[in-house]
């Protein structure tokens, strides 16, 4: 079975450029939760959706949006971009509840 | 606000030494806390979690209330133990997991 997929695995934006990330979560996973890993910073919750609908958000600015398609796949916008941006950014999903989450390999965004 | 203190970035134990990586948290209700791994190109994984109370490649975690803390322990650290290790919080209603800042453990020979 697949894991959890995201693309692209890199991705070189100049500021003030808008970036969008991909991410396939596990078959019958509902959940997609969304990270940034900025170094030293640990991991930063961005959003969950469960259901198509924003469930959640951490304390990132609205420049920072995205939404959960049909399939349960999600797409994470970040618009204006900035240079403090470059991050990993990592998907999860998750079946539902308190159940385990599992993480996509991450895309690596940097700003220029 | 729901909080976890990872206090050490960096632990370096020789192999066959105790380890203990330690994880405090901040949350006024029953939290789910959570221990997951990193190895070098790989992506995270869940390496144990409380409710289950198991051991996990030889590591087990405790939760203890009173001290809010859910320390990862194992007696005789092994190299491919190296990774880095986030400590998770799942605050109850609200299923979002909260990271600490990561310990990164090497083991050396």
């Known amino acids: 079975e697949a894991g959890v997929t995201q693309s692209p695995t890199h991705l070189i934006k100049t500021r003030g450029q808008q970036a969008t990330l991909r991410c396939s979560p596990i078959s019958g996973h509902t959940s997609v939760y969304w990270y940034q890993q900025a170094l030293g910073l640990g991991l930063q919750f961005l959003l969950w959706y469960d259901e198509g609908e924003e469930r959640n958000r951490g304390n990132f600015p609205p420049r920072f949006s995205g939404r959960q398609f049909p399939n349960y796949s999600s797409e994470l916008n970040v618009n204006a971009l900035e240079l403090e941006d470059s991050a990993l950014y990592l998907c999860?999903?998750?079946?539902?509840?308190?159940?385990?989450?599992?993480f996509g390999q991450g895309t690596r965004l940097t700003v220029v | 606000a729901q909080r976890v203190t990872q206090p050490e970035k960096l632990l370096s134990v020789f192999k066959g030494a105790p380890v203990e990586l330690k994880c405090n948290y901040s949350?006024?209700?029953?939290?789910?806390l959570f221990w997951y791994v990193q190895y070098s190109r790989q992506r995270l994984q869940l390496l144990l979690r409380?409710?289950s109370r198991e051991s996990i490649k030889g590591f087990t975690a405790d939760l203890n209330k009173g001290e809010t803390s859910f320390h990862l322990k194992k007696p005789f650290a092994q190299e491919e133990d190296s990774a880095m290790y986030y400590c998770a919080l799942n605050p109850t209603g609200f299923q979002k997991l909260v990271f600490g800042t990561g310990t990164r453990l090497l083991v050396s020979p």
């Open positions: 949350y006024s209700g029953s939290p789910e």
């Open positions: 999860a999903s998750r079946e539902g509840g308190y159940t385990e989450a599992f």
């Open positions: 409380h409710i």
